[in-house]
């Protein structure tokens, strides 16, 4: 991808929204897998409005989450509009924290994003005393992230339904060839029966017996991050492969998937970013991100960022038998927000 910062500004013209900046990331290395979570996050408004909001709440730490707060500060205070950005600190920090980030091999972006989202809550708890922590049952990252998954299993000798509640901040969906986010949802979702030696123990019989089992979601979270199970194990390569599979996303996504007690069923999310894989796998591939920004698409490779059209995104649907490069650049981490009149039906 060519261009320069000033070709940004022009490419975007009068669109370009007031007091927005937008800045590629410097790659030290192999430091793409972090970039692309980085900047779908800094274009995830809850998350940047809240971590811009870090110093203001409890004393200066030097953490994670402060070096965060100072990456996404001196991006947004910078006086020109685009540019690039070296987030020397963060990572250093980063790799001071966790070991397995210290080295210069490929990293996958979906562990990253939940060892950072993990690890922002627990830096967040840890600030507050006993008594407060009784009190705070989420922070501000699982206001922002968090469902909750309904675990329903019913006996098929009396018939009764119990359900176990499991909270999540992203879902991982096993993909399919040429299919739809909606089939896999739906996949996800589907009904299990449990038989033979997966007999389950019905609390009712007091005995086990076959029963059918299904996932459902009973609250759907602010943000839903969707992680697209991409790398299968092949025993007998004793290796991951990478699925490039067609696996087309909507712009907008409503889930049908939920449960009968779920807060807003007719929740509409809209797409605000895609974490995109590309190469041939996990080990020796890149990561780009494209972010929505108002109302147009741009991507972020590491140092470049170049405004695309709307239309680009089905580029990263996938492609059953890949024959060029593109076909291996695929959506890897979807990031949807809701877009529900009523947000309180989301807390």
């Given at each position: ?56 709440e ?6 994670l ?23 020397k ?31 922002i809550?627990?830096l967040?708890?840890s ?20 469902g ?20 999540f ?8 060839q040429?299919?739809?986010l ?12 449990l ?25 759907q979270?602010?943000?839903?991050a ?6 299968k ?23 049908f ?23 041939n ?13 108002h ?53």
């Open positions: 991808m060519g261009g320069t910062s000033s070709q940004l500004e022009r490419d975007i013209g009068a669109e370009y929204p007031l007091n927005e900046h937008y800045y590629g990331l410097v790659n030290f290395g192999n430091t793409c897998y972090c970039n692309s979570v980085l900047q779908a996050l800094f274009y995830c408004k809850p998350f940047r409005d809240k971590v811009l909001k870090v110093p203001l409890k004393p200066r730490k030097e953490n989450l402060y070096c965060l707060y100072e990456l996404y500060s001196s991006i947004t205070s910078q006086k020109k509009r685009t540019g690039i950005y070296a987030p600190k963060f990572i250093s920090r980063l790799r001071k924290e966790n070991e397995n980030y210290n080295n210069f091999l490929q990293q996958d972006a979906h562990e990253f994003l939940n060892y950072l989202l993990n690890s809550s627990d967040l708890r600030e507050f005393d006993e008594e407060e922590k009784e009190k705070l049952k989420r922070t501000w990252v699982e206001e922002i992230f968090e909750i998954i309904t675990n329903e299993t019913k006996c098929l000798t009396c018939e009764a339904v119990s359900c176990k509640d499991e909270p901040m992203d879902l991982s969906v096993e993909i399919e040429n299919t739809s909606n089939h896999c949802l739906r996949s996800f979702s589907s009904m299990e029966t038989s033979g030696a997966q007999k389950y123990f019905c609390e009712s019989c007091c005995s086990k017996q076959e029963a059918q089992k299904r996932m459902r979601i009973k609250k979270p602010k943000v839903l969707l992680h697209l199970k991409r790398f194990y092949v025993e007998n390569d004793n290796r991951y492969k990478k699925l490039t599979y067609r696996v087309v996303f909507p712009l907008e996504l409503r889930l998937i939920t449960s009968e007690h779920a807060n807003n069923p007719e929740c509409l999310y809209s797409l605000m970013s895609v974490v995109v894989h590309c190469g796998g996990p080990n020796k591939g890149h990561y780009i991100c494209a972010v929505k920004s109302d147009f698409w741009l991507i972020f490779d590491d140092e470049v960022v170049e405004k695309v059209d709307e239309k680009s995104i089905e580029d990263f649907f996938g492609h059953d038998n890949p024959r060029t490069s593109n076909g291996l650049e695929v959506g890897y981490i979807l990031f949807y927000e809701a877009v529900d009149n009523d947000p309180s039906l989301l807390t």
